[in-house]
């Protein structure tokens, strides 16, 4: 089956679209990547999805409006796709959507909202779509999310030594092959706010602004004390936690308790790269300890030694970040995950491909060591193409690994 994965995260800058085909051989998933598309959103929609982001108050004809516009967005995304990677051919669309806002309460999460109505995308391409990934999860008493875990699990699967999977988006996320998996923070959604703030711009290009400045102690310790960071696996974060009013009000705690001049913007900057760098660190070298619920980055008891880090994202192309990544983890060797094949830009958009493969064939797409689930979900809801929805077999069997051709 040729599919078509679509991924907007966190940073909410670009659509990614990623085409592979896919078919079952026994106990492998065989994925033949065909290649990726990236369209950046047009810059008034950027700014009033930016605008009604929490903490900001929206209306419902906003979201409304949003779904909208966003749904268009992806469609023009997946023609594009079809067109350019499948030569018209492809059979089926993944589309994760525009995450808006993700309701936790007390470590468990209640809902998740994740706009940009499938129908545009049915009725601009004619092909059947899967979208919504994340509730059916959340339903079975899961945290919904991270959901590129099983791919992960499934793609290291067999691989020496302990690989883990680390994906720097927004919010940075990771799996470990015994299952655990879990947002460890912010990844570009502080940098990037403070970045807008000071500057204007979208983001730290090149790490420019960080590499002109220097890490501030006082503030970094200031945002270590972040409660999140201690609490056990399973656990996702997202920007209604992370957001410019946070660092605000770290600045301004920072400020009231201390004298003399205050960091620099590039100071900011360069804090903040750190602290992503020094709390993905954290987590991986909490996978080798039997450390108690309470200790930071230590999500479950006599998980094994790292032996390397396999990496994706955005975050990624801020050589900055990768290199105090690579101080941070002391020792343990990080790769981009391009070495393994799959384009580190866009290993998102290929997951939610298979995730979309996998609920088209009437399959698992979590796995509940993940995300805390009560039991594997078969993900998503389907909005049918032209010709409905494609007829598959019904006797397919779960895939336990993942080989890319």
Aim: net charge negative.
């Amino acid at each position: 089956m040729r599919v078509i994965g679509l991924m907007s995260g966190t940073s909410y800058d670009a659509i990614d679209a990623a085409a592979a085909d896919l078919r079952l051989d026994g106990p492998d998933l065989v994925l033949t990547p065909l290649g990726t598309v990236t369209g950046a959103y047009e810059p008034g929609l950027r700014e009033a999805l930016a605008a009604a982001l929490p903490p900001a108050a929206t209306s419902l004809a906003e979201v409304c409006r949003l779904d909208t516009l966003i749904g268009q967005a992806f469609a023009a995304a997946a023609v594009r796709a079809q067109q350019e990677l499948c030569e018209g051919r492809a059979e089926l669309i993944a589309s994760h959507g525009q995450t808006v806002f993700h309701w936790t309460d007390g470590g468990q999460v209640r809902g998740t909202l994740q706009i940009g109505q499938p129908a545009w995308i049915a009725e601009a391409t004619g092909l059947p779509v899967v979208a919504d990934f994340r509730p059916r999860d959340i339903a079975a008493g899961g945290q919904g999310a991270p959901l590129v875990s099983l791919v992960d699990l499934m793609w290291l699967r067999g691989r020496p030594g302990t690989p883990v999977a680390l994906n720097l988006g927004g919010i940075a996320n990771l799996t470990a092959p015994d299952g655990t998996a879990f947002d460890t923070g912010p990844a570009g959604a502080l940098i990037d706010a403070a970045v807008r703030r000071s500057t204007g711009r979208a983001f730290d290009a090149d790490g420019a602004l960080a590499a002109r400045g220097t890490v501030h102690e006082p503030l970094l310790r200031r945002l270590l004390d972040e409660p999140y960071y201690a609490r056990p696996a399973p656990k996702t974060t997202g920007k209604e936690l992370f957001h410019e009013g946070y660092l605000l009000a770290a600045l301004a705690d920072l400020a009231s308790a201390e004298e003399g001049v205050g960091p620099t913007d590039e100071d900011v900057i360069a804090t903040l790269t750190r602290l992503t760098a020094r709390t993905v660190a954290d987590a991986v070298h909490g996978l080798d300890t039997n450390g108690s619920a309470h200790s930071p980055g230590s999500p479950r008891a006599g998980s094994p030694h790292a032996t390397e880090v396999i990496v994706s994202g955005g975050g990624t192309r801020n050589p900055v970040l990768m290199a105090m990544l690579g101080e941070e983890l002391a020792g343990v060797p990080l790769r981009l995950s391009d070495g393994l094949g799959l384009p580190a830009a866009a290993k998102e958009a290929y997951a939610f491909a298979v995730l979309g493969f996998l609920t088209a064939h009437g399959l698992p797409g979590t796995d509940p060591r993940s995300t805390g689930a009560r039991h594997a979900g078969v993900l998503g809801s389907l909005t049918p193409g032209r010709n409905g929805f494609p007829r598959l077999r019904g006797d397919a069997e779960q895939p336990v690994r993942l080989v890319l051709e």
